[in-house]
């Protein structure tokens, strides 16, 4: 990738420029406990570069309480760190950025917030402990991140979806009044949305939604997969794929009645990692064994953060490769795969937001970002180059990045069904599920990939016992090895 690619589709960027766009900045406090690279405290954060910075996470209880979830970091009573006083009094060095906090996030689960939806009187409660916090440290205002209305550990099932709307008018109501700003983080994929949201009506009563357009691959998958593609792969053929991209959550949340300017496009600032299957096939939609090994910077399978990324790829561990029609990079080293965003991958999808006329982008989350510089293009680089091209305050520089390997010559196997985003597939059930091939119905003998007996071109992807039939490209023949292969390499 020729660094030209980035200046000139950064300045096209910058050509529509809008004063009300946003740079939506999550943080993660629990980074502070980490060691070496991975440390990142409440002095580390350039509050500049961020229109809107979140304080994550605050916890709430089924009476509508609101409480800390760890006091001893939030707070200066009994030698406490502080950070919530800290952070607040990074408004000195930017009046204009908004300081917010949020409650909710993946470990909270849904069963709380779904007690505090169902009632009245616990929703009033509940906002005006939420106002309450807010007036008492200073936030400008309240993100509110329920993973997810109606799914996962529910209290109440699918009235959560109308209970999620009482609940968001109840806190606009309240908040507004004061002053306070409201938004939430969703769940974006139509498969999860839809169960979840009156789309209309919980965007009237939301300053801004925060799309979380990430999470849409990951080991659960068995096949490597982009963390967050831009646009749909070749190797997207059902229905549910075509929907893991961000193309496709903001064509559906549109065509669902959410205004253009209240949708903010979510991007990482990490990977998903894969351990390959067969590390000379590394393609996307690869066959992998499980999640990529822990980094050294964050201690968590499957995850990579953007700055250990870099750092890997700056020293030679990891080769950089470019899937062209999802707009995206992916970074292979040994039998490790990472699908994750970099300054190309984040310039289109800056250009996407301009060219529809989209609110702008929100990060999870600054920590994983190269805060310290140990790539050598500045200290947050990619929410500076983004700042930079939605808000237009100053001048756009030219990234540095690692130009693309050329990528391998074998051909992966079509992506097979994906689970829900963000969770790990549990346990495959016992019963079995079969689909029809020429040669009659054909039986899962595990999770996999297995040749299909009537068609060499073809092959099932087995996953809880379902066969998925799916193909590979013309001219290619499936290979037991896992991948499609050429003929002359495999005789079927």
């Not at 502080?82 to 990074?90: N, W």
């Not at 020293?315 to 292979?332: C, D, H, I, L």
Request: hydrophobic share 40%.
């Amino acid at each position: 990738m020729k660094f030209t690619l980035i200046c000139c589709l950064l300045l096209h960027a910058a050509v529509l420029i809008s004063a009300q766009k946003k740079v939506v900045c999550f943080w993660g406090t629990w980074a502070a406990y980490r060691a070496g690279n991975g440390k990142f405290e409440v002095t580390n954060i350039d509050p500049t570069i961020c229109t809107h910075i979140i304080y994550s996470f605050m916890g709430a209880k089924e009476d509508g309480s609101v409480t800390y979830l760890d006091s001893f970091m939030d707070l200066s009573d009994n030698w406490g760190k502080g950070y919530i006083d800290k952070f607040i009094a990074l408004r000195s060095q930017s009046p204009n950025t908004k300081f917010m906090m949020s409650i909710g996030g993946w470990n909270a689960g849904s069963a709380v917030y779904s007690k505090i939806a169902a009632s009245a009187s616990i929703r009033d409660t509940f906002a005006q402990n939420v106002l309450n916090m807010l007036n008492k440290h200073g936030f400008d205002g309240f993100d509110f991140d329920w993973e997810y209305p109606a799914q996962r550990d529910t209290a109440y099932g699918s009235a959560d979806k109308a209970n999620f709307v009482a609940l968001l008018q109840t806190l606009k109501t309240k908040l507004a009044a004061n002053g306070k700003l409201l938004t939430i983080a969703v769940a974006v994929v139509q498969a999860s949305a839809s169960l979840s949201y009156d789309i209309p009506n919980v965007a009237k009563n939301v300053d801004f939604i925060n799309l979380m357009t990430y999470d849409l691959h990951g080991s659960w998958d068995g096949v490597t997969g982009i963390n967050a593609p831009l646009y749909a792969g070749p190797r997207d053929i059902t229905s549910y794929q075509q929907q893991l991209n961000i193309d496709a959550v903001i064509k559906y949340w549109l065509a669902q009645g959410a205004p253009k300017d209240k949708l903010i496009v979510g991007i990482p600032l990490y990977g998903n990692s894969f351990t390959l299957s067969n590390s000379s096939n590394y393609f996307v939609g690869a066959p992998s064994s499980g999640a990529g090994t822990a980094g050294k910077f964050v201690a968590q399978d499957g995850f990579l953060p953007y700055n250990e990324i870099c750092y890997n790829i700056k020293n030679g561990v990891f080769a950089r490769y470019w899937e062209n029609t999802q707009k995206v990079p992916y970074a292979v080293g040994g039998n490790q795969w990472v699908g994750y965003d970099d300054a190309e991958s984040i310039a289109y999808k800056v250009n996407y937001i301009q060219d529809n006329n989209l609110g702008g982008a929100m990060f999870w989350s600054i920590e994983t970002e190269d805060f310290n510089n140990i790539c050598g293009n500045g200290k947050f680089p990619l929410i500076k180059m983004t700042y930079q091209a939605l808000i237009g305050n100053t001048t756009i520089t030219t990234p540095t990045t690692v130009p693309p390997t050329v990528a391998p010559t074998t051909v992966a196997p079509t992506v097979g069904p994906t689970q829900t985003p963000t969770v790990a597939p549990t346990v495959a059930p016992t019963t079995t599920t079969t689909t029809v091939s020429p040669a009659g119905p054909f039986v899962c003998p595990g999770n996999g990939l297995f040749k299909n007996p009537a068609d060499c071109n073809s092959f099932y992807n087995c996953w809880g016992g379902v066969a998925w039939l799916q193909y590979c490209q013309v001219g290619f023949v499936y290979n037991p090895n896992g991948y499609c292969d050429y003929p002359s390499n495999y005789k079927c």
